[in-house]
C-alpha cells in the first residue's frame, strides 16, 4: 500500500526568516522586485543604452542569478466590489444608472479579453561552503544544545551578510539599467510562495 505523500515533501524550502528563504540544501535566498521598462516609449539611442547597460551588468556578476516573471490574469472582483458600494451610496437615480451600467461594461469587458499583469523578480542566491571544523575535547565537553544554537545563529548572521552583499550588487545594476528595485519582506516571500503553489487561490495566508 503506497501512503499518500504531502504536497509539502516536494517544497524544498526549509525556513522563511529575515526576509531569506532557506533551502533544504542550505542556500539561502534573497527576492527583488523589479520595475519593468517600455522600451516602445524611448527612442532608438535610449534603447540602445539601456540594453548596453543592462548587457554590462549581466556580464560583471560572478555569481549567478534566476529571473522569475509572473503572469496572473487581472482580479476586477475587488474594483467591482467597490464600485457596487458607491453605487448603494449614491441618492441620484440617474449616477446609480450610470454606475450600473459601468460595472456591466467591466464584467463584459473582461471576461471577452485577458487582462494580465506582470511582476518581475531576480532572485539572488547563496550557498555556503561546508567545512568541517575539528572541535577540542573542551568544546565536546562542554557542548551543549545551546552552544549548537548560537553557533548556527553566528553562521546565519556571516551567510546573510554574504547574501546581502550580492543582493545589493544585483540593486546597483539594476538601477543604473533604470529598473526600480525593492526587496521582499518576510511577509512577501511567503506570499510570493504562497501563491506560486495554489495558484488557484485569490487570498494571501493567514500568517500564524
Known amino acids: 500500500m503506497t501512503v499518500p505523500q504531502s504536497s509539502q515533501q516536494f517544497i524544498p524550502i526549509k525556513e522563511i ?26 527612442s532608438p539611442d535610449e534603447q540602445q543604452a539601456v540594453l548596453l547597460q543592462f548587457q554590462s551588468f549581466l556580464n560583471s556578476l560572478d555569481f549567478s542569478i534566476q529571473m522569475y516573471v509572473q503572469s496572473r490574469r487581472y482580479d476586477v472582483r475587488p474594483y467591482i466590489a467597490l464600485l457596487e458600494g458607491r453605487e448603494k451610496e449614491q ?14 461594461f467591466i464584467k463584459t469587458f473582461t471576461e471577452q479579453t485577458n487582462i494580465m499583469t506582470k511582476n518581475f523578480f531576480v532572485v539572488v542566491s547563496y550557498k555556503p561552503s561546508i567545512i568541517e571544523k575539528n572541535t577540542s575535547l573542551f568544546e565536546r565537553l562542554l557542548g551543549s544544545t545551546k552552544t549548537k544554537k548560537q553557533s548556527d545563529e553566528d553562521a546565519f548572521s556571516v551567510n546573510k551578510s554574504q547574501l546581502e552583499q550580492r543582493t545589493y ?7 543604473r539599467s533604470g529598473i526600480r528595485t525593492v ?13 506560486i503553489f495554489n495558484p488557484g487561490e485569490q487570498d494571501k495566508p493567514i500568517l500564524a
Open 17 to 42: 526568516r529575515d526576509g531569506i528563504a532557506i533551502m533544504e540544501d542550505g542556500s539561502l535566498n534573497m527576492v527583488v522586485m523589479a520595475s519593468s521598462i517600455n522600451m516602445s516609449l524611448k
Open 183 to 195: 526587496e521582499l519582506g518576510t511577509e512577501e516571500l511567503i506570499e510570493l510562495f504562497y501563491r
Open 91 to 104: 441618492i441620484d437615480d440617474l449616477a446609480k444608472i450610470q454606475i450600473r451600467e459601468y460595472i456591466a
Open 169 to 175: 550588487i544585483v540593486e546597483q545594476g539594476l538601477v
